[in-house]
């Protein structure tokens, strides 16, 4: 029979009751720690004051680029190495099969490249279009306006007055930029078609008129009834603009501004 030591024992029981102590304290650190670095990551991400906190830069967050979707010649012969290499070796692919893909891409290049080609050409075609347009500089030409411009250069204005049909007596009247009434007079419209109407550039008073826009208004009794007829009127070409391809030449008028060379409708002599 041996003898327990109860001090031993005390001391093992001691011992035992110290030894999850131990344990915890680690976790204990552990979650202390983590506790710090949350209070840590908010002091850092708030300030504690509203206004500066709400004008505060967010975080950068990283946006990626947008992929190109164009496939180009490359990626076709890569997509096609691919299908030659994991193709069914039992059942290869057909040779006409891959003939007609490859035609099929080389199709498409040459469309793209003809695209270039067709800009190219409308350039070489608007340079040569705006040259042969210089030649009308110094000249009149008949725009769909019933506005023209009257300078010392010159006093008269010119147009045509467009009738849907023979009309005995056709009343015009000339306004400024304002609106206001200059002259009025009448021109025999018996012939129909095209009427020819000229404006020596005096007002009703024998006056020569100041400097600036004028407009030429013409109305006539249609069936019965009075309508307002299409007026357009000449103009000076004082140079030519190159433009784009999709406007094609300008020209310069005197006092009225730029018109594209296909709304021309007549060249008059100067």
Do not use: C
């Not at 949350?38 to 906190?53: A, K, L, V």
């Not at 498409?108 to 080609?117: M, S, Y």
């Not at 407009?215 to 307002?228: C, Q």
């Amino acid at each position: 029979m041996s003898l327990i030591n109860p001090l031993n024992s005390a001391q093992n029981v001691g011992g035992a009751s110290q030894t999850p102590n131990q344990s915890v304290a680690p976790a204990q650190q552990t979650a202390s720690a983590a506790q710090a670095a949350t209070q840590n990551t908010e002091q850092t991400s708030t300030t504690g004051n509203p206004f500066i906190d709400a004008i505060r830069l967010p975080d950068e967050s990283s946006i990626p680029e947008p992929n190109n979707q164009e496939l180009t010649q490359e990626d076709f012969f890569s997509l096609l190495s691919q299908q030659l290499s994991m193709q069914d070796p039992f059942k290869p692919v057909d040779n006409d099969q891959m003939i007609a893909q490859m035609a099929s891409f080389s199709t498409v290049d040459g469309i793209n490249n003809l695209n270039d080609e067709i800009v190219n050409l409308n350039t070489v075609m608007t340079s040569s279009q705006a040259l042969q347009a210089s030649g009308l500089v110094g000249q009149k030409v008949l725009i769909p306006s019933d506005t023209g411009h009257v300078s010392a250069e010159g006093r008269e204005l010119k147009g045509i007055i467009s009738t849907p049909e023979a009309i005995e007596s056709i009343t015009v009247r000339v306004e400024d930029e304002k609106g206001q009434l200059i002259k009025s007079f009448t021109v025999d419209g018996s012939a129909g078609g095209n009427v020819d109407v000229a404006w020596d550039g005096l007002d009703k008073n024998g006056e020569p008129v100041a400097d600036g826009n004028y407009s030429i208004k013409a109305s006539g009794k249609v069936d019965g009834k009075s309508e307002d007829l299409a007026v357009s009127t000449y103009a000076h070409v004082t140079s030519v603009s190159l433009g784009t391809a999709s406007t094609g030449a300008i020209l310069n008028l005197r006092g009225v501004g730029g018109i594209k060379i296909g709304d021309v409708l007549a060249v008059a002599e100067s």
